[in-house]
């Protein structure tokens, strides 16, 4: 079956500090790759989504970016945290072959 | 107008209720339709999916999808305080997914 894995599950970071969220799929290949972002009492934003190594679609203009080294890894990166950057953030994945997108148990962000 | 709108609540029942939770959408040529379920500091999780008009069944939990109104709906029967969480409408298109805001809902023991 299919696991996505999210890590850290929480973190406090300062504002200006560098960023790194990571997520990897098991037991499926090539599948579509999402960050969303979650702030507190409001839906789900979309920040990237990829459908291969190397595919980076962005959806908001922002000062994060996304890369996905390998076929089942995703990253979300900062180069400078803003305090608006705190937020819950998900990543998803899709198979392309049916219309079911699954969560990981996601990283809680805080910018102080 | 935005693709999928969701009453945010909160919404608060005692147990045992019938609760109705609701979303509308813009574009009539939408044919999947999803409900996920998150409880507090979790991921979602997907609870059902349609495909269509019509209802679909699973225990206590039913899915309607109304295409002439664009209205969905997922209604949880006999509902229990482990049912307590946001609940999340859903619609794909191609490789993106049109989700609304989420509606909190508690069932009070």
């Known amino acids: 079956s299919q696991t996505i894995h999210q890590w850290p599950a929480t973190l406090v970071q300062p504002v200006g500090s560098p960023l790194s969220l990571e997520c990897t799929v098991e037991?499926?290949?090539?599948?579509?790759l999402y960050w969303y972002r979650q702030a507190a009492g409001r839906g789900l934003q979309l920040l990237f989504y990829s459908v291969g190594i190397g595919q980076i679609s962005s959806e908001v203009p922002q000062n994060l970016s996304a890369s996905r080294p390998q076929d089942r890894q995703f990253i979300l990166s900062s180069k400078k945290l803003l305090l608006s950057d705190s937020g819950f953030y998900l990543c998803?994945?899709?198979?392309?072959?049916?219309?079911?997108?699954?969560f990981g148990p996601g990283t809680r962000l805080t910018v102080l | 107008q935005k693709e999928v709108e969701q009453d945010p609540g909160p919404l608060s029942v005692p147990e045992g209720a019938i609760v109705s939770l609701n979303c509308t959408y813009s574009n009539s040529a939408f044919q999947y339709f999803m409900w996920y379920r998150q409880y507090s500091r979790k991921g979602p999780e997907l609870l059902m999916y349609t495909y269509s008009s019509g209802n679909k069944e699973d225990g206590r939990f039913t899915a309607q999808v109304d295409k002439s109104s664009k209205y969905i709906s997922l209604f949880i029967r006999d509902s229990q305080p482990s049912d307590s969480a946001t609940y999340l409408c859903a619609i794909p298109t191609g490789n993106q997914f049109y989700f609304g805001t989420g509606t909190s809902l508690t069932v009070i023991p």
């Open positions: 998803a994945w899709h198979s392309g072959n049916n219309n079911e997108q699954f």
């Open positions: 037991g499926t290949s090539n599948p579509n």
